[in-house]
Nanobody, 123 residues
Framework: VQLQASGGGLVQAGGSLALSCAAS????????MGWFRQAPGKEREFVAS????????SYAESVKGRFTVSRDNSKNTVYLQMNSLNSEDTAVYYC?????????????????WGQGTLVTVSS
């Protein structure tokens, strides 16, 4: 399984950014997908997850109403649209996959991880 996250960068507070994660080496349409992030000096934390068919999603409280996770199974890609960004969103963002059809926010439940993409929010 290979997961390639992209779309990170520098954005001003209040701005938006869209992340993508292209997956290969798996039957993407059957996998649950997730986004996690790790800020400097902090543990990796859950951001959002989406079920195999996109009908079920889950979000961390800190991003609810601002972030949206989605997927396109025809493109083997999962997305994270991030709006109203603030400095606390600064982190390396990782996408993760698991062969189960649905996974909630438990980091250890996800069996495959990408390399991460850095998001920096300037105030």
């Amino acid at each position: 399984v290979q997961l390639q996250a992209s779309g990170g960068g520098l954005v001003q507070a209040g701005g938006s950014l869209a992340l993508s994660c292209a997956a290969s080496g798996l039957t993407f349409a059957t996998y649950a997908m997730g986004w996690f992030r790790q800020a400097p000096g902090k543990e990796r934390e859950f951001v959002a997850s989406i079920s195999w068919n996109g009908r079920r999603t889950s979000y961390a409280e800190s991003v609810k109403g601002r972030f949206t996770v989605s997927r396109d199974n025809s493109k083997n890609t999962v997305y994270l649209q991030m709006n109203s960004l603030n400095s606390e969103d600064t982190a390396v963002y990782y996408c993760a996959a698991d062969r189960a059809p649905w996974r909630n926010g438990i980091r250890d439940d996800f069996g495959s991880w990408g390399q991460g993409t850095l998001v920096t929010v300037s105030s």
